[in-house]
């Protein structure tokens, strides 16, 4: 006491010079975060450098040039009209100068195969002096490659741009994107542009945008919750200093550091700034009662009983909730972790400042506390009643509470096997015009992602031979087979496309010198945006597009491909690489699966020691812990049977609620345990307990709720579901706080 006392006495003391550094770290952070704070959506946030998927697919940009690959489409009256050719023709020119563009392809580049004189050359696949009908009938000989250049309906242009891999890319996205656009925009009136390049920039902006919308909304509904939930007007600016000071510091800190806010941590001052608020009205609560109650303290007595009755539940509710933060350091997932990291710092932040500027603020307050009201009044809920209603039920029915919570709770951990881990690369986009040039695209074009398969010989010094082309012409077959693929291109095509204008012809009448060289030939010139073969041949690709796809898709593509390959040729002599994004973006279902194995038994088990440490019992402590799992039990029923998967956002619930879950618990045990000393009886003590932290209770989850919910109202699906189901969990540990937990305790705790 003496020593809480003193620090009191201290702050109290240097308040003005305390309120000047504050004001000055708020400055300093508000102008580092106004000037410094970036946005990353690359794909650095989710893949580790060392992690083997993505050092090859870093290894297959550097060799290949990067998968940034940008898709423009163009409507136009007729795509065979010379007038249109010559526009793409024109694009290329403005587009091909830039010197972060690898190469870029069209209808106006394309070339196709002709055998004469024992040789095959390239020519134009557009030629303005063929007709109409006789481009027709050409292009239906090359449906794999023309379905990529024009549309069925001939209505449509297709225009591709691949990016040279550069470090600074992920830097330049937006600039690249803006002198893209504008040079487009040129040539061509109405287009749609899509591709990663410009998904990644709108996941960015819609960061940005959506970021600002969180902060604003939180603040105004914090403030109307707090003039509901407050004993008096006076305590709303202390509220709101101990949620916005936290925030900004941490955001000072972000930018210092040189880190990204992304999708994932765009939530932290939203989180933040409720858990701020909800520590704060705990606080506020406990020294208007007791101010109430012992009229005869001095400031200094009545700011030392509240800072000693809130401090050691206060302290556990943040340890609770940071060690569910922080367990999502875990995971392998870039974003996981700083996520974790960051919010934890905030949690640090927000304990320590909301003592500070409580204590302050409180001392340049009256003590008067007999004619505080709220400014807007809600007695006409009658919560005294509903707690001892409450608390009758769970007296009176807490053998039936048991049984029903129980089996609610062991159908939740079968549920829990139920809920899918998947990730649609869709639902982390908002609807705008990104998503609607997509969905335009994809709905001309047989695919606007890409993988490229590379086949190579191992004992052959040619991937070119007789043989290996036939196997070649029969793991195509097997792909074009595959619902997921469309429009695979290779080597096997132009054999093909050979055969059907020449019966007399195919590969083995051509020696091998002669293919080798005329391959070479093309793939030096303008046909190099697929790659049919390596500089040393000893590599067939295989160019394949298809939709977009969620993880669950891309996971079952590989494996059949992979499957495919393994069934056609002998894997001791031929070797299958499958390169690309795609690779990468699908072990983000192991990732996903591996944060939420490590994350919830750590916090598991963290919160498990901490409860022990507080409750100094064994019985007990599984008695506490047993409602705070519920929840998430029931949020696995939820899921299953709404089909919400887990992916990259939702991930996060489970450590995350754990931890808060155990909030409100933490400060009814603590009031429960200290009634030991006025009654053994574990009714008396619940239903004391109760009586004294229960306004709180309902305040925090109110605010809680209120915040998951703002969060909700995001544009983007994905960060749509996390709030909803954060709100959802919060609400249900409240029930399980004021039914389950008193029934257990009630029941056992004997």
């Known amino acids: 006491m003496k020593q809480i006392e003193r620090i009191i006495k201290h702050i109290i003391k240097y308040r003005f010079a305390i309120i000047a550094i504050l004001a000055v770290l708020m400055s300093v952070s508000g102008y580092q975060t106004l000037n410094k704070l970036r946005i990353d959506n690359s794909l650095t946030i989710w893949f580790l450098e060392e992690d083997p998927s993505y050092k090859a697919y870093i290894e297959f940009q550097e060799k290949f040039g990067s998968d940034e690959i940008f898709i423009a489409m163009f409507p136009v009256e007729n795509a065979l009209e010379e007038n249109e050719i010559n526009q793409l023709s024109r694009l290329h020119e403005s587009i091909d100068s830039l010197s972060y563009v690898k190469t870029s392809y069209s209808l106006a580049k394309a070339k196709y195969p002709i ?29 794999n490659i023309t379905s990529q250049l024009v549309s069925k309906d001939y209505k449509n242009l297709f225009f591709y741009i691949q990016l040279n891999p550069t470090p600074t890319i992920e830097q330049k996205r937006q600039l690249i994107l803006g002198e893209l656009t504008s040079i487009i925009e040129k040539h061509f009136n109405n287009y749609h542009l899509t591709g990663p390049p410009v998904l990644n920039e709108a996941y960015s902006k819609g960061i940005y945008k959506e970021s600002l919308i969180f902060g604003v909304l939180t603040v105004l509904v914090i403030t109307l919750m707090l003039l509901f939930l407050l004993p008096n007007r006076r305590y709303l600016m202390v509220s709101l200093l101990a949620v916005a000071v936290p925030v900004t510091l941490l955001f000072g800190i972000i930018s210092s550091l040189g880190f990204a806010l992304n999708m994932i941590s765009m939530l932290i001052p939203t989180i933040l700034m409720v858990y701020s608020v909800s520590d704060a009205v705990h606080i506020i609560n406990i020294y208007h009662k007791e101010g109430a109650v012992n009229k005869k303290f001095n400031k200094i007595e009545l700011l030392t009983l509240t800072v000693r009755k809130s401090f050691t539940p206060c302290f556990y509710t943040t340890l609770t909730t940071f060690v569910g933060y922080f367990a999502l350091y875990l995971s392998p997932l870039p974003a996981f972790k700083n996520m974790g990291i960051f919010t934890c710092i905030g949690l640090i932040l927000s304990f320590l400042l909301v003592y500070v500027i409580t204590i302050i603020g409180f001392s340049f307050m009256s003590s008067n506390f007999e004619t505080s009201k709220p400014v807007f009044s809600i007695k ?14 769970t007296s009176q029915y807490k053998t039936s509470i048991v049984v029903v919570f129980t089996l609610v709770l062991i159908y939740g951990i079968y549920a829990v096997f139920q809920v899918k881990i998947d990730t649609n690369s869709l639902d982390l986009l908002a609807e705008g015009k990104a998503k609607q040039d997509l969905r335009a695209v994809e709905s001309q074009l047989s695919g606007s992602s890409r993988l490229q398969l590379n086949i190579t ?26 619902p997921l693929i469309s429009a695979p291109v290779s080597m096997v095509n132009i054999k093909s496309f050979l055969e059907k204008r020449n019966k007399l012809v195919s590969f083995s009448n051509v020696s091998q010198e002669k293919i080798e060289g ?142 808060i879950a155990m909030d409100d618990t933490i400060h009814l045990v603590y009031k429960y345990r200290r009634s ?36 909700s109202s995001s544009a983007v699906p994905s960060v749509r579901d996390f709030g909803l189901l954060c709100a959802i969990t919060v609400a249900i540990a409240l029930i399980t706080d004021i039914f389950y937990l008193p029934a257990l305790l009630k029941s056992f705790d004997k």
């Not at 008396?684 to 305040?699: C, D, E, K, P, V």
């Open 115 to 143: 055998y004469a004189n024992q040789k095959i050359v390239f020519d134009d696949l557009y030629n303005s002096k063929r007709s109409e009908n006789a481009l027709k009938n050409l292009f239906s000989k090359l449906p």
């Open 457 to 482: 010989a191992l004992k052959e010094e040619t991937i070119l031979n007789k043989e290996a082309v036939t196997l070649l012409e029969n793991f195509q077959t097997k792909l074009e087979n595959n």
């Open 676 to 711: 030991k000393t006025v009654s053994g009886s574990p009714e008396i003590r619940m239903n004391n307990a109760m009586h004294y932290t229960g306004s709180a209770l309902f305040s925090t989850t109110i605010a809680l709720v209120a915040g998951f919910l703002i969060i």
């Open 518 to 659: 005329t391959l070479s030939g093309i793939d030096n010139a303008d046909n190099s945006f697929f790659k049919l073969f390596s500089e040393d041949f000893k590599s067939a690709g295989i160019t394949i597009s298809f939709k977009e796809i969620n993880t669950a898709q891309l996971e079952k593509l590989i494996l059949d491909i992979q499957n495919d390959f393994n069934d056609t040729f002998n894997t001791e002599d031929y070797q299958l690489k499958i390169n690309g994004f795609a690779v990468v973006f699908a072990q983000l279902n192991n990732f996903i699966l591996e944060t939420q194995f490590k994350s919830f038994f750590a916090a598991f088990f963290i919160a498990f020691l901490c409860l022990w440490f507080f409750i100094k019992s064994i019985k007990t402590t599984v008695l506490v812990l047993i409602p705070n799992i519920l929840p998430l039990a029931i949020l696995a029923i939820f899921m299953s049977l709404l089909e919400i998967p887990l992916d990259v956002t939702t991930a996060m619930i489970t450590p995350i609620m754990l931890g």
């Open 380 to 393: 006409n809920i009658g919560q005294t009643n509903f707690i001892v209603w409450l608390n009758r039920v």
